[in-house]
């Protein structure tokens, strides 16, 4: 009992490392990735495992519930790793990330790739949707004119607020138009924060330097199953087509062998016309 309440002595660390976050999520996004030398399974980005192992885990259901012959737009992009991996299976993927070092990151890893591209946009701002799917048509995305572009969502409305994910949502149905589809996967922890940072391998000794990274810097994640879901895509604008349990990779922590997972959710919906 008392070795398991030992690491809520870390809060007083964790309060520090996490006050000087800030609280533009602009900046905070930025920041952090201008401080990145490197991605990959031994670089600086908590959620970049270095493998396609989650994708491959995600393949099956979007080949079922996505139309092929439509470009998929990748929202929350960051270093393109995603992005990269979703080019192999529609005729273009556009990276979206509200970071231009981020953006600067994903063009420089994606050289020689003809059907990727990025774009820097905030998807909760007001019409940041608008004319996505469009201009992915003209770059050669396929799809006809006004049919509408794929959207896949990975990690990122559990660091949104409640009103900025029906914002993204709002954006999201601009993208999709006619025939797109949207697969979102995001972490869905059912422990508080300490527990959190201990699964991720935070004890009272140490934090792993990439978590660290994301404690000092970046917004406070929570979680987003389908109650959450079902908030920022709710019934009467969306369909949910499915949906269920399954597990976000990051770059390996407790071992240097494997990535470690944290529980998640993912679902597939479809807008409501």
Not at 11 to 38: E, T
Not at 104 to 118: I, K, P, Q
Request: proline share 6%; hydrophobic share 40%.
């Amino acid at each position: 009992m008392l070795a398991a309440l030992k690491k809520y002595l870390m809060i007083p660390r964790l309060v520090r490392l996490s006050a000087g976050a800030p609280r533009d999520h602009h900046v905070a996004w930025d920041l952090f990735w201008s401080s990145v030398k490197s991605t990959g399974a031994t670089g600086d980005v908590l959620w970049d495992s270095g493998s396609d192992h989650e994708m491959q885990g995600y393949v099956d259901r979007l080949r079922l519930h996505l139309d092929p012959g439509l470009p998929v737009v990748d929202i929350g992009c960051g270093n393109g790793s995603f992005t990269r991996q979703l080019a192999a299976h529609f005729p273009h993927a556009m990276g979206v990330d509200v970071s231009a070092h981020a953006v600067r990151r994903a063009v420089s890893e994606s050289s020689g790739l003809a059907n990727v591209s990025y774009v820097v946009r905030d998807m909760t701002a007001p019409d940041a949707g608008g004319g996505l799917g469009e201009e992915l048509r003209l770059l050669g995305g396929g799809g006809r004119a006004g049919a509408g572009a794929n959207v896949f969502i990975r990690g990122v409305l559990h660091v949104l607020g409640e009103r900025e994910r029906h914002a993204l949502a709002e954006n999201v149905r601009a993208i999709t138009g006619m025939n797109g589809r949207v697969f979102l996967a995001e972490t869905d922890f059912q422990g508080n924060a300490v527990e959190y940072v201990s699964h991720l391998g935070a004890t009272l000794r140490s934090i792993p330097s990439p978590l660290e990274g994301a404690i000092r810097g970046l917004p406070m994640p929570g979680r987003f199953g389908p109650k959450e879901r079902s908030l920022a895509f709710p019934a009467g604008r969306w369909e949910l087509i499915e949906d269920g349990p399954t597990a976000i990779e990051t770059m390996p922590l407790s071992d240097p062998t494997r990535a470690d997972l944290i529980p998640g959710y993912f679902a597939v919906l479809r807008a409501r016309n």
